[in-house]
C-alpha cells in the first residue's frame, strides 16, 4: 500500500498489473472487463484507499447485451441490426455484435469453460440470437447464468419457454400464394428455406393452405428447400426451370432466393414476369432495387429488432411477458415480378 501521498489510479493499475484504461474500466462499472481482472484491481483499490478526485464524476455502469447473428451479410441482418441498436440507444443499452461460429469460439460449452460463461463474466445482461441454430444445452447454459435470451426467426426452437420474435409467416405464406392464383397461375413453385427452418416451414404451410383453398394439389416436384441466399435461389430456380412440366410462377421464401430464381430464368433465356412471376419474402432494399423490382411479402424487420431489444430487457428485469412468442404483421408489396399467367 502507498503511503506518504494520495494514491492515483494509475498507481493502483501498476500494482494490479492492468493497464490504465482497464483499470478505469473497473473504476466506472463498465462490462467489458473479465471476472478475475475485475476482482483483482477492486481488491487493489481496496488496498490502497483510493479515493476518485474531487469533482470526477463517475459514470454508470453501461448495459450490455448481445446480438449474435449466423450470417452478417446480408441485407436482412442489416435491417433487424438497425432495430436494435436503435432501441438499444434509446433505452441506454449497449449492443455488441457478432457471429455465431465467432461467440461459440473458445472451448466445449461447459459450466466451466462456455458461451454462456464468457457472456457473463464480460458483463452482459442478455443476448439476441437471429435465425441460428441453438442446442437445448446452450439454452440451458444460459439460463445457469442468469442470462436473459431472445431468438428471431430460429431455426429450431428448442423450448416452447424459449421466448422469440418473428412475423407471421404463414399468412404471409398465404398471400403471396393467393396473390399468384388470382393472377391465374396454378403451377406454383415454392423455393424454401432450410427444412428445419420454423419460419420456412410456416411459409410453406401457407403456400399449401393457398392452394388448397383453390381446390389444387401440392405438387412435391415443385417444393424445393435450401438455404436463404442468392445461391440456393439460383440452384432451386434452375431444378424447377428444368422440370418436364416446369411452373410459371415461384413464391421464394425469402428475397435473396427470390433475386436467385429471377437469375436462374434469365440464364435460361425466359423473362420475368412474362415467362415467370416471382414472389419474395421480407422486403429488403434489394426487392426494390432489382430489375424487375420483387413483389414481396413485407416483414417489419427493423421493428422486429427493436421489439427483440425491448422484450429482452423485460425479461432481464424480471417481468413477466403476456407470450413468449411475439409475431408482427406481415403484408403483400406488389412490384413488377408477377404478371397475369399466359393462357394455355
Known amino acids: 500500500m502507498p503511503t506518504g501521498k494520495r494514491p492515483t489510479l494509475a498507481m493502483v493499475a501498476n500494482a494490479a498489473g492492468v493497464s490504465l484504461p482497464t483499470a478505469s474500466k473497473v473504476l466506472n462499472g463498465r462490462g467489458d472487463v473479465s471476472a ?4 483483482r484491481v477492486e481488491e487493489v483499490l481496496r488496498e490502497f484507499g483510493y479515493v476518485p478526485q474531487a469533482g470526477r464524476r463517475m459514470l454508470p455502469p453501461a448495459r ?3 446480438l449474435v447473428f449466423d450470417e452478417l451479410i446480408s441485407t436482412y441482418a442489416l435491417e433487424l441490426l438497425r432495430g436494435v441498436t436503435e432501441a438499444g440507444a434509446a433505452a441506454g443499452v449497449d449492443v455488441v455484435v457478432s457471429r455465431l461460429s465467432d461467440a461459440q469460439r473458445g472451448g466445449p460449452l461447459t ?3 462456455g458461451w454462456a460463461q464468457r457472456l457473463k463474466s464480460s458483463g452482459r445482461e442478455g443476448l439476441i440470437v437471429v435465425t441460428s441454430e441453438l ?8 439460463t445457469r447464468a442468469g442470462l436473459s435470451l431472445v431468438v428471431i ?3 429450431n426452437p428448442p423450448r416452447v419457454e424459449v421466448t422469440s420474435v418473428g412475423a407471421t409467416n404463414w399468412l404471409g405464406g398465404m398471400a403471396a400464394t393467393e396473390h399468384l392464383l388470382s393472377l391465374g397461375h396454378r403451377r406454383i413453385g415454392f423455393a424454401g428455406g432450410p427444412v428445419q427452418a420454423s419460419c420456412s416451414q410456416a411459409r410453406l404451410g401457407g403456400y399449401r393452405a393457398a392452394l388448397d383453398n383453390a381446390g389444387l394439389r401440392s405438387d412435391p416436384a415443385l417444393v424445393l428447400h435450401g438455404p436463404f441466399d442468392y445461391a440456393g435461389g439460383l440452384e432451386m430456380g434452375t431444378l424447377l426451370l428444368d422440370l418436364e412440366n416446369p411452373p410459371t410462377a415461384v413464391f421464394a421464401a425469402s428475397d435473396a432466393t427470390a433475386l436467385g430464381v429471377m437469375e436462374a430464368t434469365r440464364r435460361r433465356g425466359l423473362r420475368v414476369p412474362e415467362d415467370l412471376s416471382i ?9 426494390s432495387v432489382s430489375t424487375p423490382s420483387l413483389t414481396t411479402i413485407r416483414q417489419p424487420l427493423q421493428d422486429m429488432g427493436r421489439v ?9 428485469a424480471g417481468d413477466t411477458l403476456d407470450s413468449h412468442h411475439v409475431e408482427l404483421a406481415t403484408n403483400l408489396v406488389v412490384r413488377n415480378s408477377t404478371a397475369q399467367a399466359k393462357e394455355e
Do not use: H, K, Y
Not at 135 to 142: G, H, N
Open 308 to 316: 427483440a431489444l425491448r422484450t429482452l430487457l423485460r425479461l432481464i
Open 111 to 113: 459450466t466451466e469453460n
Open 279 to 287: 414472389v419474395g419474402f421480407d422486403d429488403t432494399i434489394m426487392a
Open 153 to 155: 426467426d430460429p431455426l
Open 36 to 39: 478475475t481482472t475485475r476482482a
Open 135 to 142: 442446442t437445448l444445452a446452450q439454452v440451458e447454459s444460459f
Open 64 to 66: 450490455v447485451v448481445d
